[in-house]
């Protein structure tokens, strides 16, 4: 907010300057200023675009939305805030890449905040076994994981505890999911990482299968049928 402040008390001194030189110089401003209000006009038409965007970072300011090095998802995008300015955002991507997103847009999209009100979050994990499978031995097994590697990674956390869910028949699978917490939002993929790398072992280690789906074709003989 103080930077938007100072970008517009910077062209008002300008504005304001240049007419006293003018005045000084006994130059009869009226012309001036009635070319200067077509101009502006002129100048507010083309440049829409831009004043909406410098508002939008007056929201942001005022709002504060999110701050700088906050985790974020703004539509598609999902990065660290890098930089916050009176015409666009900047964010840096899980992917190592900058991304510069308009005020004006932010303004108007749904922005999500993972590092408020503070940096542990939820991560869930599905996973499906094969029809037949022993359900509580899964939902003990999938616990197991989540305290064993909560005991081993710092950023995997005991409490809140981990849960295990039984959601549903699917078509081709039973369907689980396994919610535990990390204390960093950050490490969300490596969190994902080690609970589905422990899964396959214990799964393989158990003979419990993971499905996938199947589809059955078969092949009609059009000559056999017309024979018959």
């Known amino acids: 907010m103080v930077t938007i402040a100072l970008t517009i008390s910077k062209y008002v001194i300008w504005f304001v300057a240049f007419l006293l030189i003018l005045l000084i110089l006994d130059i009869d401003i009226t012309a001036f200023l009635a070319g200067a209000g077509i101009v502006a006009i002129a100048i507010g038409l083309a440049a829409q675009d831009f004043l909406s ?121 039973l369907k689980f999911e396994l919610d535990l917490w990390t204390s960093d939002v950050t490490k969300t993929w490596e969190v994902r990482d080690a609970v589905n790398t422990m899964i396959a072992e214990r799964f393989t280690k158990e003979k419990i299968e993971i499905p996938f789906p199947r589809m059955d074709i078969r092949i009609r003989d059009s000559n056999n049928e017309s024979d018959s």
Not at 99 to 126: A, Q
């Open 53 to 173: 965007n410098f508002l939008g970072g007056a929201v942001i300011a005022v709002d504060k939305p999110f701050e700088l090095y906050d985790r974020i998802k703004i539509d598609q995008y999902i990065g660290d805030v890098m930089h916050v300015g009176s015409r666009s955002t900047r964010l840096k991507t899980l992917d190592n890449q900058i991304v510069t997103i308009p005020n004006s847009t932010i303004t108007k999209s749904f922005v999500v905040n993972y590092s408020t009100p503070d940096t542990r979050m939820k991560i869930r994990v599905p996973i499906g076994v094969a029809y037949g499978t022993d359900v509580q031995q899964v939902k003990r097994i999938l616990k197991d994981i989540a305290i064993e590697l909560a005991d081993r990674i710092p950023f995997i956390l005991s409490v809140p505890e981990p849960v295990v869910y039984f959601l549903e028949f699917g078509e081709s699978s």
